[in-house]
């Protein structure tokens, strides 16, 4: 199948009180009815703002580097997208074309 990677790229800060970004951003993706996606923590990284983000003994939380993916048609990725527009939470994304699909198994 073709259809998009849609990346989104942000430090773990809370977009609500008690409850991560990515927490957020999974339950919004499940509520329009994306088929999927997946969570990492990155080891470093650093953003627009040129500040080095990585976890540290005794730093706060919130300055770990997250990726969430999701492989999503064309129309599902620009409707994700659009969605989030209006959102008081600015998240960072990147998209590209790609192929996917199921291998081996009972696929």
Known sequence: MRGMCLRFHFC???AE???PTHEWLLQHARSLGMPGASVFRAIAGF??????HEPRFGELPGSQPILVE????????RR??????????ALAYAR??????????RS
Request: negative net charge; hydrophobic residues 40%.
């Open 12 to 14: 773990e800060d809370p």
């Open 17 to 19: 009180p008690g409850r």
């Open 47 to 52: 953003g627009r703002h040129g500040g080095l």
């Open 70 to 77: 999701f492989l999503l048609t064309e129309d599902d990725a």
């Open 80 to 89: 994700l997208v659009d969605s989030l527009a209006g959102e008081p939470v």
């Open 96 to 105: 590209w074309p790609v192929e996917f699909g199921l291998v081996g198994g």
